[in-house]
């Protein structure tokens, strides 16, 4: 197995600029089509300068993974981790998740990649597994955060409200394609779920 050039200043914003190209790709043709050959191409590179940042093809996948997750983090939880914890948090980290799907419309890697290695047993299908249980975790623990504040119902179970907001989530990626009005749809889909397991207490505006 070739390894990677030792980084440096010029190489790491090399690397950088190569994994959003592949980002790009893969919200194109999946990351199996992404290829040494094409994102050479797409970053008018050789294909021995792309193989001088990766050590094989299945690390150029992984870290592809790994800088949109960082983006991603950035983009979503960060900015929602400054809200309070709670209900405030935890709308914040669905709104901004929606957006990141609607600011991606060739598709995101991240939900892209569940069906792209869905049947596909194999060291990248476990890691995507464990990439997305991650977040399923962070939701999760948000929705709990949001019942331990008293802003949700007593008897919510945070498994499932964080299930239904996936599942919001996936089928907009899924159905923008074919519904002009999925972002509206989902929005609303989101409001109508909390609205059901908001607490009495929350749901009663103030005097």
């Known amino acids: 197995m070739t390894l990677p050039a030792p980084a440096t200043a010029k190489g790491a914003h090399t690397r950088d600029m190569l994994l959003g190209c592949a980002c790009q790709l893969a919200a194109r043709v999946g990351l199996e089509g992404v290829s040494i050959g094409d994102l050479a191409s797409a970053a008018g590179m050789s294909k021995s300068g792309v193989f001088a940042h990766f050590g094989s ?27 309070p914890r709670g209900m405030p948090r ?11 799907i ?48 008293g802003h949700l119902r007593a008897g ?5 409200l964080a299930f239904e907001l996936h599942g919001v989530m996936y089928g907009l990626h899924h159905v923008r394609l074919h519904v002009p009005d999925a972002p509206r749809l989902a929005r609303q889909a989101v409001r109508d779920l909390f609205d059901r397991y908001r607490s009495d207490a929350a749901a009663t505006p103030p005097r």
């Not at 919510?156 to 499932?160: E, G, L, S, W, Y």
């Open 57 to 83: 093809r299945e690390d150029l996948v992984r870290e592809t993974l790994e800088w949109a997750a960082a983006g991603f983090n950035e983009a979503v939880l960060v900015p929602a981790l400054r809200k």
């Open 90 to 100: 935890l709308e914040a980290i669905i709104a901004g998740w929606l957006e990141w």
């Open 102 to 149: 609607l600011d991606h419309p060739e598709g995101c890697v991240f939900l892209g990649a569940i069906s792209e290695y869905d049947g596909r047993p194999g060291p990248m299908r476990d890691f995507v597994t464990r990439m997305m249980e991650r977040w399923r975790e962070v939701v999760e623990t948000a929705v709990r955060k949001a019942l331990e504040e």
């Open 156 to 160: 919510t179970d945070p498994a499932q």
